[in-house]
């Protein structure tokens, strides 16, 4: 099993680096995007054998356009290095839940999924106004911004973005940024992102695109029948903007099934990796060390939401 992971990181250069010597089976590969606004010399520890950092680095901001700038600069570079038979998408503050052998072996035996959160914009937490509502973004010119800063002090309502012309009877979807993709979904994505930018530039204006390029273009191409749900597990409280820290007790949590979460919304399946974790935090990622190498591929069955958190 070839295996390309990229690495979306702007901190935490001790725990990638836990996670890189984690996933090094020997034949993986791993493409790291740091972000532009990122001490490079911070990261300097990471520069081994089957590493590859971006040629280009981006100044990723949150929930701008530049987050889908990264991904795709991350999947161009491994695709060129590649063909790898599978591209898994995670993030620096991420940490795998097995080891490498056996993360190769599940996903030598789900070859041709496409693993990736994806629904139909309209379902519930990923509403239509994500696209609809005009978002200003970082490539915006400044008078543009200060118009919009002041149409909005006023109190004016932004009539909504008409998405007919650009998406041009393609059905819009959202999900989750993390995934693990084929080389065929990853060459799906770099040849819509080169024939059909009007998606691209339309998105820019959007509420989170990097929760929506992708799975837009993936859940209107002939792999759509081949999207489950993705392999990361992220921990939400209602009413709170970001995910928890993944801690010793929640992890106990999940190891016994205690979590479906979002389960109804994408589908049932397991999980291979969790975020988020801080730097320097070692006694869970013992726990979960050891855990995983008492738990083998053959002790599947298991989905997320069952009682067991084997890889199935």
Not at 139 to 144: I, S
Not at 205 to 226: A, H, R, V
Request: net charge positive; aromatic share 12%; charged share 20%.
């Amino acid at each position: 099993m070839n295996i390309a992971y990229l690495l979306l990181i702007h901190n935490t250069p001790h725990h990638t680096g836990r996670i890189i010597d984690k996933l090094d089976s020997g034949a993986a590969r791993f493409f790291v995007h740091l972000d532009a606004k990122s001490d490079a010399q911070a990261f300097a520890g990471l520069q081994r054998e089957r590493v590859q950092f971006t040629a280009r680095r981006h100044d990723v901001r949150w929930g701008q356009i530049s987050q889908v700038d990264a991904i795709l600069e991350l999947i161009r570079t491994a695709v060129e290095a590649g063909p790898f038979d599978r591209y898994v998408l995670i993030s620096g503050a991420d940490y795998p839940l097995f080891g490498a052998a056996q993360i190769e072996d599940f996903f030598a035996r789900h070859g041709e999924v496409e693993f990736i959160n994806s629904v139909p914009l309209g379902s519930p937490s990923k509403p239509m106004s994500r696209i609809t509502s005009y978002c200003p973004s970082a490539a915006d010119p400044l008078p543009r911004k200060l118009f919009m800063k002041l149409w909005w002090k006023l109190g004016l309502k932004v009539p909504p973005r008409n998405i007919a012309r650009s998406f041009a009877g393609l059905v819009p979807h959202g999900g989750s940024t993390w995934w693990a993709l084929t080389h065929r979904g990853c060459d799906t994505i770099l040849q819509f992102h080169r024939r059909q930018p009007q998606i691209y530039r339309f998105l820019v204006n959007s509420y989170c695109p990097d929760e929506t390029y992708f799975q837009t273009i993936l859940s209107n191409s002939e792999l759509k029948g081949k999207i489950r749900r993705n392999l990361t597990f992220t921990y939400w409280v209602e009413g709170r903007a970001n995910p928890e820290i993944i801690t010793a007790e929640i992890f106990q949590r999940l190891k016994a099934g205690a979590f479906i979460d979002d389960s109804r919304l994408y589908g049932a399946g397991p999980v291979l990796f969790a975020r988020k974790f801080q730097e320097g935090e070692e006694t869970v990622l013992q726990a979960i060390d050891q855990s995983g190498a008492q738990t083998s591929a053959a002790a599947a069955p298991g989905h997320f939401d069952s009682a067991r958190w084997a890889i199935s």
